[in-house]
């Protein structure tokens, strides 16, 4: 029985070393905050709709876009479709507010296929797939000048704006996973774990 418990113990160990080891390490340089945009406290976390965005005028804007019908859940709305250049495929997915199923919580795009280096237009491409000017307001201009080039040595930044977050990550390619590109936009404040 105490042999059982050790082995056990040991196998246990060797599973969260190696899930720390891939998933827990420190994966580059991360910026230096600035004034106004200290992370906030999980006491302050805050989900809310992201500001003057309605879903319904987002999926009419997606749906012109891409030429093709959003498929819609109660909770979310998702297109998938070929990047216009050929190579990979876009990601679009939208998540309400439970509550109110015009407020929208968040907004994501992801680009599959195209490896790091990024630069800063193909980011603002990314942003514009994901939050079309026609629907985005201010905040696309000042995410736009946030967004700044990534390469491998950084894989995540994120800010915090008045009433949003913005997260920008990416994947390295896998032997068996293409490498993802993905910006997400969230409503209310946001804690990095």
Not at 126 to 145: I, K, N, Q, S, Y
Not at 155 to 182: I, M
Request: charged fraction near 25%; hydrophobic fraction near 40%; include cysteine.
């Amino acid at each position: 029985m105490r042999r059982t418990l050790g082995t056990l113990a040991v196998a246990v160990l060797l599973t969260f070393a190696a899930y720390m080891a891939v998933f827990g390490r420190d994966r580059g340089p991360h910026p230096e905050p600035t004034a106004g945009t200290a992370a906030p406290s999980p006491s302050t976390l805050v989900a809310a709709a992201l500001p003057e965005l309605r879903a319904s005028a987002l999926i009419k804007a997606w749906e012109k876009r891409w030429k093709r019908p959003v498929k819609q859940t109660a909770r979310q709305a998702i297109m998938q479709r070929k990047h216009p250049d050929g190579d990979g495929r876009v990601r679009l997915t939208m998540t309400r507010v439970p509550e109110d199923s015009e407020a929208v919580w968040g907004v994501s795009c992801a680009r599959h296929g195209k490896p790091a280096p990024y630069s800063k237009d193909d980011l603002t491409e990314l942003l514009d797939f994901c939050l079309p000017p026609e629907v985005a307001g201010d905040r696309r201009r000042e995410v736009v000048a946030w967004l700044s080039p990534l390469n491998d040595a950084t894989w995540r930044v994120h800010r915090q704006f008045d009433g949003f977050t913005a997260v920008v990550q990416h994947s390295l390619p896998k032997a068996d996973r293409a490498p993802v590109l993905q910006l997400a936009l969230t409503g209310g404040t946001y804690f990095p774990a």
